[in-house]
Nanobody
Framework: QVQLVESGGTLVQPGGSLKLACAAS????????IGWFRQAPGKEREGVSCILSNDGSEYYADSLKGRFTISIDNAKNTVYLQIHSLKPEDSAVYYC???????????????????????WGQGTQVTVSS
């Protein structure tokens, strides 16, 4: 079966760093947009970053520029999100999603962006607290 599984979320102190992973199985990340999202309680799912699997082009939400780095290891069929200088407001469930179109990442700052993704993982919890 096709599947995305996020991992790496944990409890971390403010100022720390985390590297989250999104592992795809049952299919190959050959020509996909792969997005990282986050959702805090009571809030809408928010796009964080996106990457094109074919050439590694990176996209970041304008509101979150500076502390996030997305990358892909095609051999491992896995996409990563590195987060630096974590703040309490970064606490959320972090999800990855994929879409077959290579144009999707370019819409990261559009209101309906998250609805473009058809396959999602279960999410991984990031909690930033001292």
């Amino acid at each position: 079966q096709v599947q995305l599984v996020e991992s790496g979320g944990t409890l971390v102190q403010p100022g720390g760093s985390l590297k989250l992973a999104c592992a795809a199985s049952g299919f190959t990340l050959d020509y996909y947009s792969i997005g990282w999202f986050r959702q805090a309680p009571g809030k809408e799912r928010e796009g964080v970053s996106c990457i094109l699997s074919n050439d590694g082009s990176e996209y970041y939400a304008d509101s979150l520029k500076g502390r996030f780095t997305i990358s892909i290891d095609n051999a491992k069929n896995t996409v990563y999100l590195q987060i630096h200088s974590l703040k309490p407001e970064d606490s959320a469930v972090y999800y990855c999603g994929v879409d077959r179109s290579l144009l999707t990442c370019a819409y990261i700052n559009s209101a309906g962006y998250s609805r473009l993704f058809g396959l999602w993982g279960q999410g991984t919890q990031v909690t930033v607290s001292s």
